[in-house]
């Protein structure tokens, strides 16, 4: 589920959803996409602010206490000035029970394999914007810019050569790396993507059901 970003510094609220999502998707069986555009329109110092950037955690502090809407309740808009919606109350929301930091490559593995996608930070370096298939490794001597972008990690690899690396989903739409994916070598450290990780816990209760008997005339069904 990709969204382009553009010129709106909201990647980490993209990955944020699409983690979240994915992981409900999991648990439940639904497809449902959370919407970036309610966290960045509807927070408290919003004000205007919404390409500025911001935290993971911040995003994930908000799905915790006040939910999160889906795509088709708020889309995404990626642009500043989106007003948060007076109808958005009317929708529903999905929340997450809290959220851990996942440590180590192992421990980040260990974690996409019991419970889904987790959300990293990256360091954007100049090679990685013209980044279009293969194994990225950041090219010595390269400069980078400043801030961080977040990423949604899926899985990790291994070339024939036995070279490993992660798989992540970018926001940056579907003609940038592989269909807006990349593999990102492991044991980078200067992408910090090998140190840790987030990962929410979507909150689901499971509903209960009880076989009910059907009585007719003749009998029970």
């Known amino acids: 589920f990709l969204i382009l970003v553009e010129n709106c510094s909201s ?21 449902v996409r959370l919407s970036p555009q309610h966290f960045l329109s509807c927070q408290e110092d919003a004000e205007g602010n919404e390409c500025k ?3 993971i955690a911040s995003f994930l502090d908000f799905a915790k206490k006040k939910g999160v809407v889906d795509e088709n309740c708020f889309a995404y808009q990626g642009e500043e000035n989106v007003a948060c919606p007076s109808t958005i109350e009317q929708c529903q929301k999905y929340f997450i029970n809290d959220y851990c930091v996942a440590n180590g490559v192992e421990g980040i593995k260990r974690e996409i394999l ?12 100049r090679d990685f914007l013209v980044y279009k298939n293969g194994i990225y490794q950041v090219l010595e001597g390269t400069s980078r810019f400043q801030g961080g972008h977040a990423l ?7 070339n024939e050569a036995g070279q490993e690396y992660w798989i992540v989903e970018n ?10 994916y990349a593999h990102i070598a492991i044991g980078q450290h200067q992408m910090y993507l090998d140190d840790y990780a987030f990962a929410p816990t979507p909150k689901y209760e499971k509903e209960e059901t009880t076989a009910k008997e059907t009585t007719t005339a003749g009998g029970k069904l």
């Open 114 to 125: 019991k419970h889904g996608p987790v959300i990293a930070y990256i360091p954007v370096f």
């Open 171 to 180: 926001s940056w739409g579907e003609d940038w790396g592989i269909k807006g």
């Open 53 to 55: 950037g911001g935290s």
């Open 11 to 31: 990647s980490f609220a993209i990955a944020a959803a699409n983690a979240i999502s994915d992981r409900l998707c999991m648990i439940t069986g639904q497809n």
């Open 152 to 158: 949604k990690v899926v899985g990790w690899g291994q």
